[in-house]
């Protein structure tokens, strides 16, 4: 189906929204409680917009689509109401974005930008809530900075369902908890990282990236995880030639952009001093260096050699649950096509 954007035209599926059509052609709209992972909310107000042929402002987050439909995202209304949001937002915590971890990625800072607003005209009561919570090895929650979007209450709750975060308080006093007001390090929190990724401001963020890098200081390389052999899909964020945050990348299948806490913080063993950085062949009882060339061909002749002079079933083979699935895969097929052998497992087997 079609309808019209700012005059534009903009080609949509059925069941999409709004906000959806827009990004899908191009056109941002300020959002900030909307995720694709965690879906419609209509909580922040933000992405209001006027349809022609309706009453009043639309919530563009969970307006479906309808074809011929006439949208303006940039009326004065719109514009109006968007800042009144943003304003009352900044209002209530403590948005300083020169030295928040999020600065360059923050949601509410792209909004506030793009309304052209440079501090908050509305002043509410402090709201201390101590230094954060620093209680947790990998993920930190500063309650100061959160906006009550509820995106990191419904990736916990649905997406990963460890059902660990959720809303405490009422009004502008509304804070988000773990289990029943614990630290999060005394909580059942597995610390997967879910909640610092979904989250659009500096409020739950990665303890292992704070002070590492500002986020137009870092490019993007994508992965595998090595850990298992789901073959879950990582952004690496490099600064230079190093690891600063790992990511799930959110379009890569299978994970989606979700993580367990090894995929997403248990990277620092590719710097260890003792990792074997290259291949070694021991000759008289002392190792020395070879190239990938040189002991893949004395791996093949020591294969060989056994299953001439012993038979096939002289070799067997482990498969490790750390290798991709294709990996293991052609593991096989190289023990039983090669070598004719079924003598082949896997470690998760056993």
């Not at 900044?90 to 300083?96: I, S």
């Not at 001093?273 to 040189?294: Q, V």
């Not at 020591?302 to 038979?311: L, M, Q, S, T, V």
């Not at 070799?315 to 090669?338: H, P, T, W």
Request: glycine content about 8%.
């Amino acid at each position: 189906m079609k309808l019209i954007i700012n005059g534009k035209e903009i080609v949509a599926q059925p069941g999409m929204t709004v906000l959806e059509a827009a990004k899908a052609g191009g056109i941002y709209i300020p959002s900030l409680c909307y995720h694709p992972r965690t879906g419609q909310a209509g909580k922040c107000r933000v992405c209001v917009v006027e349809v022609e042929g309706m009453r009043g402002l639309q919530v563009s987050c969970n307006l479906k689509v309808q074809d011929g439909m006439s949208v303006k995202t940039k009326t004065p209304q719109v514009l109006a109401a968007q800042k009144l949001v943003v304003d009352l937002l900044l209002a209530t915590g403590k948005h300083d974005c020169i030295a928040c971890e999020s600065n360059g990625k923050c949601e509410l800072q792209d909004a506030a930008y793009y309304l052209g607003i440079e501090r908050a005209p509305f002043k509410y009561d402090d709201i201390h809530y101590a230094e954060g919570d620093k209680s947790a090895p990998f993920v930190r929650l500063d309650k100061d900075k959160c906006i009550s979007c509820g995106r990191c209450v419904v990736a916990c709750n649905n997406q990963v369902v460890n059902e660990v975060l959720d809303f405490a308080q009422r009004g502008y006093r509304t804070e988000i908890v773990c289990d029943d007001d614990k630290p999060m390090g005394d909580s059942s929190c597995v610390q997967c990282g879910e909640c610092s990724q979904v989250c659009p401001v500096g409020a739950i963020v990665d303890v292992k990236s704070v002070g590492k890098a500002r986020s137009w200081e870092t490019k993007v390389v994508r992965t595998t995880c090595p850990y298992c052999g789901v073959g879950c899909q990582l952004d690496l964020h490099m600064k230079g030639d190093q690891i600063v945050q790992v990511t799930g990348t959110e379009e890569g299948s299978p994970n989606k952009g979700k993580l367990c806490v090894k995929g997403r913080y248990g990277y620092d063993f590719i710097y260890a001093e003792d990792r074997l950085t290259h291949p070694l062949i021991k000759e008289n009882g002392e190792f020395r260096k070879a190239s990938w060339d040189e002991a893949i061909n004395l791996v093949a002749s020591k294969f060989k050699e056994a299953i001439d002079k012993y038979g096939p079933d002289s070799v067997a083979g482990v498969s490790c649950a750390r290798s991709i699935n294709e990996d293991s895969y052609n593991m096989q097929k190289l023990f039983r096509g090669v070598f004719k052998t079924n003598n082949i497992d896997h470690c998760a087997r056993t």
